[in-house]
């Protein structure tokens, strides 16, 4: 039975599939390989074995090229196109669709609403089926949009916050003189000497302490809005201006004078560099519009209600919420909300308009606004919004299903993360209703609990059965289970991966001995601990307020590892991740350091309510903090592995420490490709160059002059062991151990990253080619490396995201090294593999959203896995099973 079933498929593969001949992109080593259409592919293999490279770096990539094809050459150069394949050919390939785990530009204008369109629609609601005021006439859809002209409230521009500057945000010390920069706000260096150069020419005194100068100088010093040229004597002290001025003796130069405020907000608004935007932010004060009270929208279209809330209070509602208000809407089965459904509204309305006012510093017990009744609508106006209704519906309810409910519409995609974006344009792809297509997904399960993934593979068959074919990059085992094909791509990293290994069904894996994967898929790889800690001790948090968490009590055992669960949106990283972190520097008194996105505009970003509570025992122990997220290590492909472990200020002294360097007197900076005096003059050390193409799109080739090298010839002509300074970067990790075996101080670097499951890549790989989960390793490797002293909590999240089974056996070896070296180390995570290892398991939920924010339950994972109230339970019980 088993021989013609597999028979079967061979002949199916044979009739409906994509042929992919001599694939060469990285890594892949001239793999052939046949993939059905129409079925549920999934590519497996360790991280780095190539599976994205066939994936996305070939097959998604050519049927891009092709599409492309198609499109006028002009319009072309406006597109991101990912490049053209090292492959020799590909037959039978439809039109792809990737969804990447990307994030896209950071922007807070986009938002849950806007990415899968429910805007528009919740839009035209209000348009054609709102109440509206007496004597208002009604108003387009666009009017309901903050990012109109016609919607927009014109005092924030339909930012919902406005921004300015005061006195003490720029002069944070005012004990200090001008010359002692107490204008904090003038930029640094020359530019902010010249400004203090000029006061001393216009004769305001620069040695005063600030608070002693008279109100009306530092008014006009701060506020002025007049620029006045006047000459500048460099270096002069105040009598020397004076009577340089008297004599007229010719000037340093004329220099003309900015105020601080006209400084910070004109640079905020022109600069192109994301560092000044960043510095000059910080002297911004933001606070909510006073005029739509940080809805974004004009009077009239706040004035339009429906179910009795205007759009800013509807878009703000959970997506459950909003499904709640318009299931019976959509069924035409009232006029208006029924008084279940009215009450439903009108409850969690008030709770979370409460919750807003706590975290803002309110009362709890203030009057919660009355959530009242949609008056009788007309007929035209009740078929109007059951038609929307129903698109609505059709849309939430695959959202919901996908375990997005407790996100609302309003939400900026900024504040999400990479798998929940990653969900929300898979539900719009179902909703597109295409038919034909390859879907590309990276990793779709990552940072999903288990009950959230069965409900993602219920998504993933409905794509399937509207006649569409997936090809995923996976880890989960459950995913793997449920595919219909197997392409397993190994045997193991780097150099050592870029062959296929199988294709085929799910179970003709188990045969496949050199597979890394079939052991994890049908063998007991669980490798659990051995014994459960006893806590040295208990880190108490007590009354933890933060998103949707509300006086939450939490004891986290110090000297353990605790592995903290939940379901998607139940409230984990806002106690792990935001409030836990925050409360341990408040507490050593350091400033704490935030988690917002580095590329966010400050503009934007999303200022969020300090964490309420505090910690009620347990710091004694604690004496540092290192939370390892997965940001990456660096924006340009100017930082690397090697420079950000520190491993390259090693490698440049032992070239700068050989004898034909020292000849020449080259220092260790000669080997940096970021300093002029070694790098190649023509691509600043870069190493490629950017073409010009009149009407196709840039493209990047080697740098003619070094050939990628990045490097002056005779810099490269320097060599230690044999190698120059650009073929030790192009080394992978793997490679270098062996290269510096008799190197102590490289090896401290080189060793970790190798036992952590990084020994594939290359030391002078670039940051903008790692994974998240590669930059979060790179961090724990660079920590690890350190001398441990036994009192650090560490704080990660999700650090298994992106990880083959067997690379999370190595990530867990290290982490339970950290723990037996005396710190803590608490984690954040779905994989239940993981939890079933840890001493002490923190259950969150238990829903999430306002379903969520309260410990389910705490205790050993054995006891969580026998909680009735725990949706985490079943999961672990399964993992529990394989325990030896």
Not at 308 to 314: P, S, T, V
Not at 576 to 594: H, K, M, T
Request: proline share 6%.
């Amino acid at each position: 039975m088993k021989q013609s079933r597999q028979k079967s498929n061979a002949m199916n593969v044979a009739d409906h599939c994509v042929r992919v001949r001599g694939a060469r992109e990285h890594n892949l080593k001239n793999v052939d390989v046949d993939i059905p259409r129409n079925a549920l592919v999934v590519f497996t293999g360790v991280s780095g074995s190539g599976k994205s490279s066939l994936a996305f770096g070939t097959l998604y990539a050519e049927a891009q090229r092709r599409y492309f094809e198609s499109v006028a050459p002009y319009a072309r150069r406006l597109i991101d196109q990912v490049g053209v394949p090292e492959v020799d050919s590909i037959e039978g390939l439809p039109p792809a669709v990737a969804l990447q785990q990307q994030r896209g530009t950071p922007n807070a204008r986009s938002t849950v609403g806007s990415v899968t369109t429910l805007s528009s629609l919740v839009r035209m609601l209000y348009s054609r089926a709102g109440s509206y005021p007496p004597r208002q006439p009604m108003l387009y859809a666009e009017d309901f949009s903050p990012n109109t002209v016609e919607g927009a409230c014109p005092d924030c521009h339909g930012l919902g916050r406005i921004y300015d500057v005061t006195e003490q945000s720029m002069v944070p010390d005012d004990a200090l003189s001008i010359r002692e920069r107490a204008v904090a706000a003038w930029p640094p260096a020359w530019h902010g000497q010249n400004l203090r150069d000029i006061l001393v020419t216009l004769g305001y005194d620069v040695d005063r302490p600030w608070r002693d100068l008279p109100k009306k100088d530092r008014d006009w010093i701060l506020f002025t809005e007049e620029q006045p040229t006047v000459p500048v004597y460099a270096g002069f002290t105040p009598r020397e201006v004076r009577a340089a001025l008297k004599r007229k003796m010719e000037p340093s130069y004329q220099g003309t004078f900015t105020g601080a405020r006209r400084y910070v907000l004109q640079t905020f608004a022109t600069t192109q560099s994301a560092l000044m935007k960043k510095r000059v932010s910080q002297f911004m004060i933001g606070r909510d519009c006073p005029t739509c009270h940080g809805k974004r929208l004009k009077k009239a279209a706040l004035s339009v209600t429906f179910a009795g809330l205007d759009i800013g209070a509807f878009t703000h509602l959970p997506l459950a919420q909003v499904a709640e208000i318009m299931r019976p809407v959509a069924r035409g089965e009232l006029s208006q909300p029924a008084d279940a459904t009215r009450d439903i509204v009108s409850r969690k309305a008030a709770r979370a308009d409460t919750a807003r006012r706590v975290a803002a510093g309110g009362s709890a017990h203030q009057a919660a606004p009355d959530v009242r009744r949609t008056p009788n609508l007309s007929e035209e106006k009740r078929l109007a919004s059951q038609r929307i209704a129903e698109e609505l519906m059709e849309r939430l309810s695959t959202l919901l299903d996908l375990g997005l409910g407790y996100l609302s519409l309003d939400r900026s995609t900024p504040t999400l993360s990479s798998g929940e974006l990653q969900r929300l344009r898979l539900a719009t792809q179902i909703s597109s209703q295409l038919f034909g297509v390859v879907y590309v997904l990276d990793e779709p399960s990552a940072g999903l609990h288990p009950a959230d993934g069965e409900a993602l593979l219920m998504a993933l068959r409905r794509l399937k059965a509207a006649g569409n074919s997936l090809f995923i990059v996976e880890h989960d085992t459950q995913t793997m289970r449920q595919a219909d094909w197997l392409v397993d791509v190994g045997p193991a990293a780097g150099e050592h991966g870029g062959q296929v290994l199988y294709s085929g069904p799910p179970e003709g894996l188990a045969g496949v001995k050199a597979s890394r994967t079939a052991a994890y898929l049908f063998g007991d790889q669980a490798r659990m601990a051995g014994r459960q800690r006893e806590p040295a001790g208990w880190l108490r948090l007590a009354h933890v307020s933060r998103n949707n968490l509300h006086r939450v009590d939490a004891e986290i055992p110090l000297g353990c590892f605790t592995a903290v669960t939940g379901v998607s949106g139940s409230g984990k990283s806002s106690l792990i991740s935001q409030a836990l972190p925050e409360l341990v520097n408040r507490q050593l008194g350091r400033a704490n350091d935030s988690d917002a996105d580095e590329e966010r505009d400050p503009l934007f970003a999303v200022t969020d309510a300090p964490t309420e509570g505090r910690i009620a025992g347990g710091m004694e122990s604690v004496r540092r903090l290192v939370r390892v997220d997965q940001k990456p290590i660096g924006r340009t492909p100017r930082s690397n592995l090697a420079t950000y472990t520190g491993l390259f200020d090693h490698v440049r002294k032992l070239f700068a420490e050989t004898p034909a360097a020292r000849k020449r007197r080259y220092t260790a900076g000669r080997f940096s490709f970021n300093v002029a005096q070694g790098r190649c003059p023509t691509c600043e050390g870069e190493g490629f160059v950017s073409v010009e193409l009149l009407f196709l799109p840039s493209v990047y080739a080697p740098c003619s002059a070094c050939h990628g090298t990045r490097y002056q010839p005779q810099t490269l002509e320097i060599t230690w062991q044999g190698r120059n300074i650009a073929e030790v970067l192009d080394l992978t990790v793997d490679a270098a151990c062996e290269v510096f075996a008799g190197e102590a101080v490289a090896m401290r670097s080189l060793k970790v990253l190798r036992d952590i499951g990084l020994g594939y890549l290359r030391l002078g790989q670039p940051a903008t080619e790692l994974s998240g989960g590669e930059a979060q390793r790179i961090k724990l490797a660079t920590e690890l490396q350190r001398a441990q002293r036994g009192d650090t909590l560490y704080v990660l999240d999700e650090p298994t995201n992106g990880l083959h089974p067997a690379d999370v056996d190595r990530l867990l070896v290290q982490l339970q090294a950290l723990v037996e070296a005396g710190n803590t180390v608490v984690v954040v995570e779905h994989d239940m593999r993981v939890v079933a290892q840890a001493d002490w398991v923190i259950d969150i939920g238990p829903g999430a959203g306002g379903e969520g924010g309260r410990i389910v339950g705490s205790g050993r994972p054995a006891d969580i896995a026998g909680m009735r109230t725990s949706v985490t339970a079943a999961y672990l019980r399964q993992a529990l099973v394989h325990r030896p």
